[in-house]
């Protein structure tokens, strides 16, 4: 039973190739989709032109990762959109 996790054979897991120890953006860290900075983003339901941003061409709201906002921002940008969609300002799709 020992013989079946030998490192001969189950083949070298640890090794990340050429990307080192970096992760697999490196050293330039984390990619975003929009520059924004936490004094300069209002985020208000009544903005449907900047809401609109945040939305694919299907209607979805792109993730925190994509756009490079915080938790904090991304939880208020959701409901701000969810707000705008109750009242007609968002298209729930595309249409």
Do not use: W
């Not at 189950?10 to 936490?38: I, L, P």
């Not at 904090?72 to 940008?77: K, T």
């Amino acid at each position: 039973m020992s013989d079946r996790y030998e490192r001969s054979e189950r083949g070298d897991r640890g090794d990340r190739g050429d990307r080192g120890d970096r992760g697999e953006r490196g050293e330039k860290g984390k990619k975003s989709r929009f520059n924004f900075s936490e004094k300069e983003l209002v985020i208000d339901y009544k903005n449907p032109q900047l809401l609109k941003n945040f939305l694919t061409d299907r209607g979805k709201i792109i993730p925190a990762r994509i756009s490079g906002l915080s938790a904090r921002q991304q939880r208020s940008l959701t409901k701000a959109i969810k707000r705008a969609r109750m009242l007609a300002l968002l298209p729930f799709t595309s249409s």
